[in-house]
C-alpha cells in the first residue's frame, strides 16, 4: 500500500479498571467521623490521600494538570477524581453545617458545585475504562450530587427524579450483590435518601407520582449477578468457649463461614492500621448481617441455639468495635482529640457492659479503656496533673492486666499482649514525667532505638529525683527547771492562809 494512504492502526483493546466506589467513599467516611459530623476531618483526609495518588502518578498541579480520561486509565485515576469529588463535597457539608450568613452559604453552594465537576470527570473516565460495576457507582453518587445540588437551588421535581433514580439504583445494587458490607453501604445511602423524598414531595405537593423505571433495575440486576461474590465455604457448628453450636439455616452457614475468617485475621499481627480497620469493618457489618437473619428465625422458632449464636455475634462485634477504636485512635494529630475519643469510647463501654454480666473479657476492657483515658488526658496536661492522670491509668492497666492474667483470658488471643503493651507505655510516660519535673533531660544526640528502662545512656545525670525524708528517731525531751523543782518545793498550807485576817497577812506572799 502506498505512502499516501497508510493502512489504518489497529484498535487499542482498553483494559477495563475496576474500583468498589461505595465501599472505598462510605468506607473511609465512616473511618473518618462523617456519622458524627466530622466532615473537616473527613475532607481533610481526602486532601491527603490525594496529594499521596498525585505524587505516587507524577501529576503536576497548575497549567500542567491533566487528568483526561486517556491519560492514565488505572484504578488510581479513578480513585483520585472520586476523593476529590468526596472531599469537596464534605467541605460543603461543613460549611452548611455552619452556615449562618448569606456569604457563607455561597462558599456552601460553590464547594457543591466543585464537587459535581469532579465527579463528571470521574464519571467520564469511568466510562472510558472502568468496569460496568465501576460506571454503575460512580453515575450513581454523581446522579446524588446532581440531586443535592437541585435541592439546594429549590428544583424540586428535578431533585426528586434524582433521588428516585439514586434511590433504586442503590436498593437494587444492595439486593443484587452478595457483598454483605456493600449490601448495607447501600442500606445505608437509600435510608438517607428518604427524609430528602419525603421532603421533595412536600414542596411538591404530592403533585408527581414519580417512580423508579424498571429500565434502571433490570440494569444493576443484568450487571451485578446475585452470586458473583458470594463465597462457597459453609460451616455446620461454631464453638465457642464451653458451647458447641449447630447451624441448621443454609444461610446462616455461609455468613458465619465469612465472619470465622474475619474473626482469624482481625487477630493476626498487621501494621496497617487502615488494613485492620477495614477488617473490622467488614466483621461489624456481617455480624450485622447475621443477626438479622437470626431476629428472622427467631420470630419464627425459639430455642436456645440461636440464642446463643446471637450472643457469639453480638459480643464479637463489640469486641471488633473496641478493637476498631484502639487503631483508630492513632488517626487523631492531638493528645487532647485522642482523650476525647477515649473518652466517648469508655462511655460506650460503661453503657453496654451491663448487656455482658459477668463477662470478664469486657470488664478487662472496660479497665484497659479507663487507662487509655486517663493516659491521654494526662497527656494532654502539664506538670504534676500529668503525674496524677497517669498514676491513674497505671492502676486501671494493672487491674486490666491482673484480671486477665488470673481468670486465663485467652479470646481475643491478642488481648494480654496489648494490656502488657499499654501499661509499659504508662509507665515509661509517668517515669519521663516525674524526671521531666526534677529536671532530667533526654540527650537527643546519644540517643538509640532501645527498650526505654535499657536505654540509660541518653539520660544526663541529675540531682535525686524524689527527695526522701529520714526515718523519725524517737528524742527525749530535756525537762523543765519547773519539773526538776516541783518534787523539792513545799507550798504553805492553804489552812493557815484563810485563818489570817490582818492586813500585813494579805500582804505576805504564800
Not at 2 to 7: I, T
Not at 34 to 55: E, G, M, T, W
Not at 112 to 117: D, E
Not at 174 to 179: H, K, L, N, V
Request: glycine share 4%.
Amino acid at each position: 500500500m502506498s505512502e499516501e494512504n497508510p493502512a489504518p492502526a489497529a484498535p487499542v483493546e482498553i483494559v477495563r479498571s475496576e474500583l468498589q466506589v461505595t465501599n472505598l467513599i462510605r468506607g473511609k467516611q465512616r473511618t473518618y467521623g462523617v456519622p458524627d459530623n466530622q466532615f473537616l476531618r473527613y475532607s481533610q483526609y481526602c486532601n491527603r490521600r490525594c496529594a499521596k495518588i498525585r505524587s505516587k502518578l507524577g501529576i503536576k498541579g497548575g497549567k500542567d494538570f491533566d487528568l483526561t480520561p486517556d491519560r492514565y486509565q488505572n484504578p488510581q485515576h479513578i480513585e483520585l477524581l472520586v476523593l476529590q469529588a468526596d472531599g469537596a463535597w464534605a467541605r460543603y457539608r461543613d460549611l452548611k453545617g455552619s452556615a449562618t450568613a448569606g456569604q457563607r452559604r455561597q462558599h456552601a453552594l460553590r464547594r457543591l458545585r466543585k464537587s459535581l465537576v469532579w465527579w463528571n470527570r470521574a464519571n467520564e473516565a469511568a466510562k472510558t475504562f472502568g468496569t460496568e460495576t465501576t460506571q454503575l457507582e460512580v453515575t450513581a453518587f454523581y446522579n446524588y450530587a446532581q440531586a443535592t445540588l437541585a435541592l439546594e437551588l429549590g428544583h424540586w421535581s428535578e431533585a426528586l427524579k434524582k433521588f428516585i433514580e439514586v434511590s433504586a439504583t442503590f436498593k437494587e445494587l444492595g439486593q443484587s450483590t452478595g457483598d454483605s458490607n456493600l449490601a448495607n453501604h447501600c442500606h445505608d445511602i437509600t435510608e438517607d435518601i428518604e427524609p430528602l423524598l419525603v421532603f421533595c414531595r412536600y414542596n411538591l405537593g404530592d403533585s408527581e407520582n414519580i417512580t423508579a423505571s424498571a429500565e434502571i433495575k433490570e440494569k444493576v440486576k443484568s450487571i451485578v449477578s446475585i452470586n458473583a461474590m458470594s463465597s462457597t465455604r459453609k460451616v455446620s457448628e461454631v464453638k465457642w468457649r464451653n458451647w458447641t453450636i449447630p447451624i441448621n439455616h443454609e444461610g446462616l452457614k455461609t455468613k458465619l463461614a465469612s465472619i470465622l475468617d474475619l474473626i482469624k485475621d482481625s487477630q493476626s499481627e498487621i501494621s496497617n492500621e487502615e488494613i485492620r480497620v477495614t477488617i473490622f469493618d467488614r466483621l461489624i457489618a456481617e455480624s450485622h448481617g447475621a443477626r438479622q437473619v437470626i431476629h428472622t428465625l427467631s420470630a419464627q422458632n425459639t430455642n436456645d441455639d440461636l440464642a446463643r449464636l446471637d450472643l457469639f455475634l453480638r459480643w464479637n462485634s463489640f469486641v471488633a468495635t473496641l478493637e476498631r477504636s484502639h487503631a483508630l485512635i492513632n488517626t487523631f494529630n492531638t493528645a487532647a482529640e485522642r482523650a476525647e475519643f477515649a473518652g466517648r469510647t469508655f462511655t460506650r463501654v460503661v453503657e453496654l457492659r451491663p448487656q455482658f454480666e459477668g463477662d470478664v473479657t469486657i470488664e478487662s476492657y472496660e479497665y484497659l479503656w479507663h487507662a487509655i483515658k486517663c493516659y491521654y488526658i494526662g497527656e494532654a496536661k502539664s506538670g504534676s496533673e500529668t503525674i496524677t492522670m497517669l498514676q491513674r491509668a497505671q492502676n486501671h492497666a494493672t487491674k486490666a492486666l491482673d484480671l486477665i492474667t488470673n481468670e486465663s483470658i485467652e479470646d481475643p488471643p491478642t488481648l494480654k499482649g496489648w494490656a502488657e503493651r499499654i501499661l509499659h507505655k504508662i509507665r515509661v510516660a509517668r517515669i519521663e514525667a516525674v524526671a521531666a519535673i526534677n529536671g532530667l533531660k533526654k540527650d537527643q544526640s546519644n540517643s538509640v532505638q532501645r527498650p526505654f528502662l535499657e536505654d540509660q545512656k541518653s539520660y544526663s545525670p541529675c540531682d535525686t529525683l524524689v527527695t526522701v525524708p529520714p526515718k523519725a528517731q524517737f528524742v527525749t525531751p530535756k525537762p523543765m527547771i519547773f519539773d526538776l523543782a516541783g518534787d523539792y518545793l513545799q507550798y504553805p498550807s492553804l489552812e493557815g492562809k484563810l485563818k489570817k485576817k490582818g492586813l500585813v497577812s494579805k500582804l505576805k506572799f504564800w
